[in-house]
T-cell receptor, first 112, second 114 residues
Framework: GENVEQHPSTLSVQEGDSAVIKCTYS??????FPWYKQELGKRPQLIID?????GEKKDQRIAVTLNKTAKHFSLHITETQPEDSAVYFCAASKGSARQLTFGSGTQLTVLP | EAGVAQSPRYKIIEKRQSVAFWCNPISGHATLYWYQQILGQGPKLLIQFQNNGVVDDSQLPKDRFSAERLKGVDSTLKIQPAKLEDSAVYLC????????????FGQGTRLTVV
């Protein structure tokens, strides 16, 4: 089955700096890659997603890039703010079932 | 719109006891998922329903876990008997259909088995 690896497990940045989280996947048939943000004790919430027919997608301060050949995708957050502090999960799925395989998560801390 | 509702929010039980979790998906969402999230890990899919039918339960430990969605709306997940390693947050998610639609998560039920 699919295996998703995520790095780093923890990341601390100064407010205003950029943060990058990287994920690799094993199944070349995977075609949908969402990113979820989970604040402590709260539900995971989708922040951005990308499909395999696109190499990059941007939404304000958040962008995701996908390299299908290398089977990796990354989340980029620019101009970080303290409210960006949370655990971020990448995930991958294939086909129409949308069964997500999640990475292990990255605890992002934005220092004021 | 109302989100995915789950209850209870917290549950503490002794090992070998039984427990049940309830999920009410977003109205009109045909697809429902149960995920298990162990502390410090990403959610892991247990079972997926499409309406009242099971799409995939390959990762559900069927010797102790069961789930149903009898009328294609609400769903229950049961553990009988519980083990210490079942301690986790159980997340329910729903999506409009199986295709290119976002999965919305509930707040989860935090289970502690002592």
């Amino acid at each position: 089955g699919e295996n998703v690896e995520q790095h780093p497990s923890t990341l601390s940045v100064q407010e205003g700096d950029s943060a990058v989280i990287k994920c690799t996947y094993s199944d070349s048939a995977s075609n949908y890659f969402p990113w979820y943000k989970q604040e402590l004790g709260k539900r995971p919430q989708l922040i951005i997603d990308i499909r395999s027919n696109v190499g990059e997608k941007k939404d304000q301060r958040i962008a995701v890039t996908l390299n299908k050949t290398a089977k990796h995708f990354s989340l980029h957050i620019t101009e970080t703010q303290p409210e960006d502090s949370a655990v971020y999960f990448c995930a991958a799925s294939k086909g129409s079932a949308r069964q997500l395989t999640f990475g292990s998560g990255t605890q992002l801390t934005v220092l004021p | 719109e109302a989100g995915v509702a789950q209850s209870p929010r917290y549950k503490i039980i002794e090992k070998r006891q039984s427990v049940a979790f309830w999920c009410n998906p977003i109205s009109g969402h045909a697809t429902l998922y149960w995920y298990q999230q162990i502390l410090g890990q990403g959610p892991k899919l247990l079972i997926q329903f499409q309406n009242n039918g099971v799409v995939d339960d390959s990762q559900l430990p069927k010797d102790r876990f069961s789930a149903e969605r009898l009328k294609g709306v609400d769903s229950t997940l049961k553990i009988q008997p519980a083990k210490l390693e079942d301690s986790a947050v159980y997340l329910c998610a729903s999506s409009l259909n199986q295709g290119n639609t976002e999965a919305f998560f509930g707040q989860g039920t935090r289970l502690t088995v002592v």
